[in-house]
């Protein structure tokens, strides 16, 4: 079972970042997938997560109108759009899939928003 998370990386306050979740060794269909983040020093947080069908979506507060969560199940992989990105978005972002009681964890991917 593998979750890779790609597309990390440093970028300006303003723009924008496409995370990418690819699954292998599941069935990723029928795993409702979630984004989490985690800065220095502080808890893990659940930023975004969507169904297995992909109709049904939610996102913390701190992120509503600017990430965008969406999964491709033909391509086992989900995505997060990251829109005008802030400092106070620089974290690691781990994807996580979850069905009943099974959950995996990606290693996750380094996010830095800085000038």
């Known amino acids: 079972v593998q979750l890779v998370e790609s597309g990390g990386g440093l970028v300006q306050p303003g723009g924008s970042l496409r995370l990418s979740c690819t699954a292998s060794?599941?069935?990723?269909?029928?795993?409702?997938m979630r984004w989490y983040r985690q800065a220095q020093g502080k808890e893990r947080e659940l930023v975004a997560a969507?169904?297995?069908?992909?109709?049904?979506?939610n996102y913390a507060d701190s992120v509503k109108g600017r990430f965008t969560i969406s999964r491709d199940n033909a391509k086992n992989t989900v995505y997060l759009q990251m829109n005008s990105l802030k400092p106070e978005d620089t974290a690691v972002y781990f994807c996580h899939a979850v069905w009943g009681s099974n959950f995996y964890w990606g290693q996750g991917t380094q996010v830095t928003v800085s000038s």
């Open positions: 060794g599941f069935t990723f269909s029928i795993y409702d």
């Open positions: 969507i169904n297995s069908g992909g109709g049904s979506r």
